[in-house]
């Protein structure tokens, strides 16, 4: 039987070391190449020296904490209410379509949308505000990167909340307290798990996010992703992209640590 378990999990390791291991390994050699293809540490000494790059990296984690913090903000709540519903199934799957749809093709609707003859502009002239400039713009980029991650904070929220065990929510209104409080004391803190998913999923994409700065931020918001899209297509300097590859790889492991459930101690 444990044989045929390990069998089992041959396309799975295979899979793993082909577009996992392989890819971050070779991600991090090419990082000690300078532009010539001589090793060196010159591109992480660069990274670190330069304020270019650490504006860069503000500036990914500033906006990826933005686009976390609305999603959040929006997907509890409407996590919580699904809950509520009798075909609860039917509403999630309605939040999860649009996942489905390629993402580049969102981004060209929004783009006519918020144009200076899209939707909005026009329902602003209509009720006399006038035109104004809403592409190209920050609230543009928090808005669609938000709309775009918010089915992957609802998920995990959502499950967490729908496994919690109905009888502690009774208990506590039984024994005396407000529903704030109940919120507060009980439901929160066990869906912690979720809302630790949640924040994994949106931050970690939102650090390198390259395709939304351009078409909707009209490289306006610079991230670490448009720098490496921008080393590896334009400058041909594959080194320096790594490093920054790199940076990347390792906000995304401290990001799972500080989100990562904690272990409790033995006795």
């Known amino acids: 039987m444990k044989n045929m378990r390990y069998i089992y999990s041959i396309p799975y390791f295979f899979w793993i ?35 270019t790059y650490l504006q860069m990296t503000l500036n990914s984690v500033f906006y990826a904490f933005l686009v976390t913090v609305f999603t959040l903000l929006i997907s509890y709540p409407t996590a919580y209410f699904l809950t509520k519903l009798k075909r609860k199934q039917l509403w999630l799957m309605l939040i ?31 009720i006399g505000i006038g035109s104004r400039q809403i ?6 980029f928090l808005f669609v ?8 904070m609802i998920m995990p929220i959502f499950n967490a909340l729908e496994e919690m ?18 919120f507060r004391r009980v439901i929160f803190p066990l869906s912690l798990n979720g809302v630790r998913s949640g924040v994994q999923a949106v931050f970690i994409p939102s650090l390198s996010l390259f395709m939304l700065t351009r078409l909707i931020g009209g490289n306006r918001v610079i991230t670490l992703g448009t720098a490496i ?39």
Do not use: C
Request: net charge negative.
């Open 165 to 182: 065990n109905p009888s502690l929510i009774d208990a506590s209104s039984d024994l005396g307290a407000t529903s704030v409080e109940t």
């Open 229 to 267: 899209e921008q080393h590896f297509l334009v400058t041909q300097n594959w080194g320096m992209g790594s490093t920054i590859g790199v940076v990347l790889i390792v906000a995304m492991f401290i990001t799972m640590w500080l989100t990562g459930e904690k272990k409790r101690r033995e006795a």
């Open 96 to 126: 999860i379509l649009p996942t489905w749809i390629n993402l580049l093709l969102k981004a060209y609707a929004f783009i006519g949308i918020f144009s200076s003859q899209g939707a909005i502009n026009q329902f602003l002239e209509f």
């Open 17 to 51: 070391v082909l577009f996992v291991i392989l890819p971050v390994t070779m991600i991090v050699y090419q990082s000690f190449f300078d532009f010539n293809g001589h090793f060196s540490f010159a591109n992480f000494s660069n990274y670190f020296t330069h304020w």
């Open 135 to 140: 592409l190209f713009t920050d609230f543009a």
């Open 145 to 152: 990167a938000t709309y775009i991650e918010l089915p992957f």
